[in-house]
């Protein structure tokens, strides 16, 4: 391997040019406050004397993550340096029987499946709205979520989304009344939403809102190092000793003390001086958004969403930058912007694309993302001759369009498949995912009914340049479907 072809060295050149990151880690590249990092090795230890074990905390680690829990006002919050995935997988299955039954928005990240997977559980799915006029998913019902329940009293566990990668925050609080009737726990996905806590104009932590289990990523959105997360519980509906099993299985046996450093240097940062931070971000995104505001024919998303599809607020600091209208697509605009402007966003879909707004942000950053969305909205006309105009195919209708479940997602994993193009797969049963990644919501799981929507959906999105992921063909031409015994 040639110098400059390494990773490291690749990196560097990188973080020397002038890609501005609209995207994740939240400190984006910025050590503002992190100078004691300068020189990593210099804390990369091990579980020796004095620094306790994460496993089996009862020293410094433990003080620190009882610390972090009174911050965030939980009773219990436990570090997680294999990320938000290592927390939805450890809720999930020290909420669930082995063979039991989960509730769980369709729109879940994919370590979500992964947790069915291998826990062998059965899914009821519930579906977030559509805000068809942007293209974008809406929240989740709390009326939907209670007509299950009463319908299905094997359920043993609720997980919801909230936000979502565009934003969304559903009504956890009456969602988390309606489940606790039933006497079993809310764990929500708030991957998205580690910086509600530390802002008075961000919406409110799902933590205070009623929900048992919270998982939220600090890298997301808080200046801390990828990989980083926490989980958080409150009592009454949690089984402890069932969460801190799980993750003692799910958790690296040699944790990092530089992710684990991270998190509570990042956690203390917030809480102080971020605090004024975070109420100075809130001014620059009303800023930004009022900068957008006279765009011809891109559009912004933001709060005339609220009260409306489900949706109880809005996190504006994800910037929803729709195509609906235009000639182009959410993966054109992304392509622009990547290798016309050298500015990344965090994900497209089809019809819009999403940038992520944090305290480490910059002001020339807003100003490249101003100046280039007006030049371009001055060069795409209206929708005339637009390529994915069949509203129909919409990326967020086809993740929340309800499968034909055929049989547990274990079942559809572990059955005997065969390899065939996707353009005559319609009417099989898939053996695995399909999704776009970024955000890894599954258009398609392992055990559903390939129908024709479906495989025109997959084969346009691979068309457009969409990132389709989890085909074991990664040319994305051929799926692995079971076998029929023909």
Partial sequence: MKREERLLDRLKLYSQGDFYPFHMPGHK??????????????????????FDNLHQPDGILKESMSWAASVYGADKTYYLVNGSSC?????????TSFGGKILMARNCHKSAYNAVFLNHLEVRYVYPQVVEELGIQGGILPEDVEEILQEDSEIQA??????????????????????????????????HGAHFTFGKNFPVSALDLGAD??????????????????????????????????????????PSYIFMAGIE????????????????????????RKKLGDLKNLAIAGEELEGNYGVNDIDLSKLVIVTKNTKITGADLDRILREKYHLEMEMCGADYVVAIITIGDSEEGFERLIKALYEIDGEVGLQEGKKNADTSLEWSMKVTSKPEVEMTIFEGIAGEK???????????????????????????????M?????????????????????LRDISGKNIQVIKTGK
């Avoid at 503002?32 to 990593?40: I, L, R, S």
């Avoid at 926490?230 to 069932?242: I, P, Q, R, W």
């Avoid at 995912?433 to 398609?444: A, E, H, N, W």
């Fill in 29 to 50: 590249r910025n050590c503002f406050m992190g100078q004691e990092y300068t020189d990593p090795f210099q804390i990369d230890i091990t579980e020796i004397g004095g």
């Fill in 87 to 95: 927390g939805l997988l450890t809720a999930i299955c020290g909420s």
């Fill in 158 to 191: 609720v997980l919801i989304v909230s936000p979502t990668y565009e934003g969304i925050v559903s009504d956890i609080k009456r969602i988390a009344e309606i489940v606790h009737r039933q006497n079993i726990p809310l764990i929500v996905d708030e991957a």
């Fill in 213 to 254: 289990i919270v998982i939220q990523s600090i890298h997301k959105t808080l200046p801390c190092f990828t990989q980083t997360a926490v989980l958080h519980t409150k009592k009454g509906y949690v089984k402890e000793e069932e969460i801190e099993r799980y993750l003692r299985i799910y958790q690296s046996s040699s």
């Fill in 265 to 288: 240097n990042c956690i203390y940062y917030m809480n102080g001086e971020g605090r004024e931070k975070m109420d100075e971000l809130s001014d620059r995104i009303s800023q930004v």
């Fill in 418 to 448: 065969e390899s065939i193009p996707v353009e005559n797969s319609v009417g099989r049963i898939s053996g695995e995912f399909v999704y776009i990644y970024p955000p890894g919501i599954p258009i398609l799981a392992p055990g559903e």
């Fill in 450 to 470: 390939l129908l024709p929507s479906l495989v025109h959906t997959i084969l346009e999105y691979e068309e457009m340049g969409l990132p389709v992921q989890g």
